[in-house]
């Protein structure tokens, strides 16, 4: 019995460690298993760091360039970096949002933006178009608060690079100088109609200026100034009936 007893014990030593073997294979084959998702687990967050997300935000941050959240979109390409042609969609996101600001009028605000890229495509052309607008602007205002001097030379100084600045420098010329002209102030006025470029009857209104002053002189007997202005204008009115009465009491004086 008493040998009988220890061979089974034996034998459930044998078993035991049999069972304990395996099960540490097991163990180990799970470890193994685990680890190996585990790796799986931060190759995938690794990648999605490196590749998904950024990919995401890329994408997302170029729609916002077409909804116009154009500061949205400089913030997510700027924070990407060197991420493809992110440094250069930065430039492109400023740019999109300065001709939006500059197509709804918002010139200075555009100015401030085209200068932050402005060697990028043709931003220093913009902000000379935005100024032009500025410029025109500012006369036109003048010129509806009856500034004409000012609003001329404003107008004046742009009408090279927009159309309507030509005809509103005419305009402010001749408005200018009916006013001259209704204060008596001749020669202001001739000088006035003829900077207004045949605008109305501009013409017709700086002969008549000249007609008016060259007989106050010679009303005030000086026949000089009266000669030099009636000269202008030989052919108008009764200027050429009268002409050789001022040239002779012109000539009398010399």
């Not at 799970?30 to 999605?48: F, K």
């Not at 030509?166 to 006035?192: C, G, I, Q, R």
């Amino acid at each position: 019995n008493a040998a009988l007893l220890q061979g089974n014990e034996m034998q459930a030593q044998i078993y035991g460690n049999q069972t304990t073997e395996e099960q540490k294979r097991k163990t180990e084959k799970r470890l193994v298993v685990l680890s190996a998702s585990i790796l799986l687990v931060i190759a995938l967050m690794v990648a999605a760091v490196l590749f998904f997300i950024p990919q995401i935000r890329y994408s997302s941050a170029k729609k916002n360039i077409e909804k116009q959240n154009f500061d949205k979109a400089i913030a997510v390409f700027t924070d990407l970096g060197d991420y493809k042609d992110s440094a250069e969609m930065t430039k492109e996101a400023y740019f999109q949002k300065a001709v939006f600001l500059m197509d709804k009028g918002s010139y200075s605000e555009a100015i401030s933006v085209f200068e932050q890229v402005a060697e990028y495509k043709n931003s220093k052309g913009k902000i000379a178009n935005c100024k032009v607008e500025i410029k025109y602007l500012e006369a036109v205002n003048d010129f509806n608060n009856r500034k004409y001097t000012d609003a001329a030379l404003k107008f004046k100084s742009i009408e090279k690079d927009k159309i309507e600045a030509k005809e509103y420098a005419d305009k402010s010329y001749y408005f200018l100088a009916k006013d001259e002209f209704d204060k008596k102030n001749y020669l202001d006025a001739a000088k006035n109609f003829a900077n207004a470029d045949s605008y109305k009857d501009a013409d017709e209104m700086e002969k008549e200026s000249y007609y008016r002053l060259g007989w106050n002189y010679y009303n005030e007997e000086n026949y000089k100034e009266a000669y030099d202005y009636l000269t202008k204008i030989k052919d108008y009115k009764d200027v050429t009936e009268k002409y050789n009465e001022v040239c002779y009491q012109y000539a009398c004086e010399l």
